[in-house]
């Protein structure tokens, strides 16, 4: 059983990636369950080579130091070729209304000007991801269940007109965990695109960036914590936060600070040690470049290798070579 999950290398990895995402996958993943960081999907939009280069670089050092086994991980482009070749059968499997309806498209292309071709497509080489690797689950989402959908309708078409070649991908819903909200707006999750990052919190950052952070951290006008979700968005964040690093309810957290300033401060200090080690880890990664590239061409030969005899059978069947 293979599951298949990515991350994409948008911005430098937040809390919510390593609360939400990370921290699980390296505790939970299943000894043939991978983890790739998806630098083509974040070439869809403008982008600057040199920053996606080494973002993608760091977020598969943080990948490794957060205890996701290197033989589980793998960076996208390693596999451009196989995925660029692997795509374009996908593409000419697909219909253009399908590509046109997903909603993701629609939304992240609406009033753009420029939008590039690859962000219609781009659903399509995720498709190709999750074939060539022979993903049996993705964990997906809702925002994503769509395009694991339409992985889904080509395998079953490719394999029903050309031949049996992919496995059956199936959308899961990841497990319910923290949803990490912005600091400086707790109203809206925390993301590693976020432009402003004064309310999102970095895995790399130092403790003293952190700290100041958590002090800054939006609230409301009152005074005692509780957990309220509703009407203090804030103080439940840093609740929530709280809870995620130390495994007790948030309900019962807010009761131990006696005011916000103390509830701020201890989240802080809990955030900076569960991100303590991976920083550390991931400076070390990031230090020692040849054993990271090590990692990183094993990772790559290794998914080329799983998906190898796929890509052949599929461009055979599909009439080329
Ligand atoms: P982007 O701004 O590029 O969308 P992101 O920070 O939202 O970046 P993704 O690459 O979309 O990160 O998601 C990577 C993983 O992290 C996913 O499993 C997602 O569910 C999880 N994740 C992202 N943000 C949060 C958050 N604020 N709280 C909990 N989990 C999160
Ligand atoms: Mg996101």
């Not at 911005?11 to 993943?29: D, I, K, M, P």
């Not at 046109?100 to 991801?129: C, H, N």
């Not at 964990?139 to 078409?157: C, F, S, T, W, Y």
């Not at 964040?237 to 007790?248: H, P």
Request: glycine fraction near 8%.
């Amino acid at each position: 059983m293979i599951k298949l999950s990515g991350i994409t290398p948008s911005g430098h990895v937040q809390l919510g990636n390593h609360l939400g995402a990370l921290r699980r996958w390296a505790a939970e993943g299943g000894p043939d369950d991978l983890y790739f960081v998806s630098d083509l999907h974040a070439m869809t939009t403008t982008h600057n080579p040199a920053k996606l280069r080494s973002l993608a670089m760091e977020q598969l050092a943080v990948l490794v130091a957060t205890g996701i086994e290197p033989e589980r991980t793998f960076v996208q482009s390693d596999l451009a070729r196989d995925l660029g070749a692997l795509t374009w059968i996908l593409e000419c499997t697909c219909a253009y209304g399908e590509a046109a309806r997903m909603i993701q498209f629609k939304e992240k292309s609406k009033g753009q000007a420029g939008v590039r071709l690859s962000l219609l497509t781009y659903p399509v080489l995720m498709a190709a991801d999750i074939l060539l690797q022979g993903a049996d689950q993705v964990p997906v989402g809702e925002d994503q269940r769509q395009h694991v959908e339409l992985a889904r309708a080509l395998a079953k078409r490719f394999n029903g007109t050309y031949g049996e070649v992919f496995t059956m991908p199936e959308a899961v819903l990841p497990p319910a965990g923290a949803r990490v909200k912005d600091l400086a707006e707790p109203t809206r999750k925390m993301s590693k695109s976020t432009r402003d990052s004064a309310g999102v919190v970095f895995v790399l950052d130092e403790p003293d960036l952190i700290r100041r952070k958590f002090r800054r951290a939006v609230t409301d006008g009152g005074s005692t914590p509780a957990y309220e979700p509703e009407t203090r968005p804030g103080i439940a964040n840093l609740l929530d936060i709280l809870s995620a690093c130390t495994g007790d309810e948030p309900a019962a957290l807010a009761g131990r600070y006696p005011s916000y300033g103390a509830l701020k401060d201890a989240t802080a200090d809990a955030v900076i040690e569960e991100l303590r080690p991976v920083r550390e880890r991931t400076r070390a990664l990031l230090d020692d470049v040849t054993e990271l590239e090590r990692i990183r061409k094993a990772g790559a030969d290794r998914a080329a290798e799983r998906g190898a005899h796929r890509l052949s059978s599929a461009l055979r069947l599909f009439g080329a070579g």
